[in-house]
């Protein structure tokens, strides 16, 4: 498939490269890389996303270059989804994009059924950056400051810095030789985990008081209504690394994260340690991701959308 893909990039000139609605560090690391790759290549590129660039991201070079609607759809040849495990992750523009003849789906999530002809899934990479490294190294364009810059915080950013069980010889081995190609370990690492806003801190400490634990400890959760958010004036970007905080407790193994996104709905986002497969849990909800990370959604009171959930994480934990 790297070879096909390969084949109509070569072959095209006009491109849209895309990802998911709430980006994380590998969906705008990813998008990017492949925006620099392409311009190098002498292409044309629209790079969409549905939401605004995270403030941590903004940094990236050329994140301005991100548009938030599309005109028209005529123009390209084909476009480039990144980290979407389904079509529909894309937001709001989904139909218009649908609608280009040549869809070309690259992702790494363990749920994506290879919505395209032109499916380019690796479950077993680390991130989507890692995949792209690998697209633009086949397509023969240089790996520059700005493109190592990219990868890098996709693959740091989903690797947990390089923490997490999808970290292999092979992730430090393309970290090292991002480095090498000018990424610079230090300053992307401040710009993503030392620039948070204080509303973010005030935010997790309302959240902490919600701080709740199931099966001896080993279920740890926390919740953010939309009041919390609403009474600091916090953005949904700000409850970021929370359920990470719920992981690094001793003795839990599964950390879930509730957000409220409107009146009896909420998002869990799960975290697990080990081989707890978290993702089993999450797909019980029509939800996904990988291993120690997955999310779905919910409908119903708090207190329902808890008990229905700790339910199934029990039944994986005692697998
Ligand atoms: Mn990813």
Known sequence: MLEKIVEIINSGHRFLVA???????????????????????????VVYNHDKVPEIYRFLPDSEVIVHTIDSVDAFDAVILLDCSEMERVGDEVEKIGAIGTIINIDHHVSNNGFSPHSLVDTKASSTGEIIYGLITMLGVTITK????????????DTGAFCYSNT??????????????????????????????????????????TLAFDVNGRIGSIVVTQEMLTELGALP???????????????????????????????????????????????????????????????GAIDAVKGKLTGSIMRIIAE
């Open 237 to 299: 970007e700000h409850t970021e690394g929370l359920v990470d905080l719920v992981r690094s407790i001793a003795g839990v193994d599964v950390a879930v994260f509730y957000q409220e996104m409107s009146k009896n709905n909420f998002k869990a986002s799960l975290r697990s340690k080990g081989d707890i497969d978290i993702e089993k849990v999450a797909r019980e909800f029509d939800g996904g991701g990988h291993i120690n990370a997955s999310a779905c959604r919910l409908e």
């Open 19 to 45: 990802s998911h609605v709430r980006p994380d560090g590998d969906a705008i690391g990813s998008i990017l890389a492949m925006y620099h790759a392409l311009r190098d290549m002498g292409k044309e590129v």
């Open 146 to 157: 700005d493109i190592a810059t990219s990868i890098y915080t996709a693959v740091m950013t």
């Open 168 to 209: 292999t010889s092979d992730t430090l081995k393309l970290a090292a030789s991002l480095v090498t190609a000018g990424a610079d370990p230090r300053r992307i690492a401040e710009n993503v985990y030392e620039t948070k806003p204080l509303i973010q801190i005030k935010l997790m400490e309302k959240a902490l008081n």
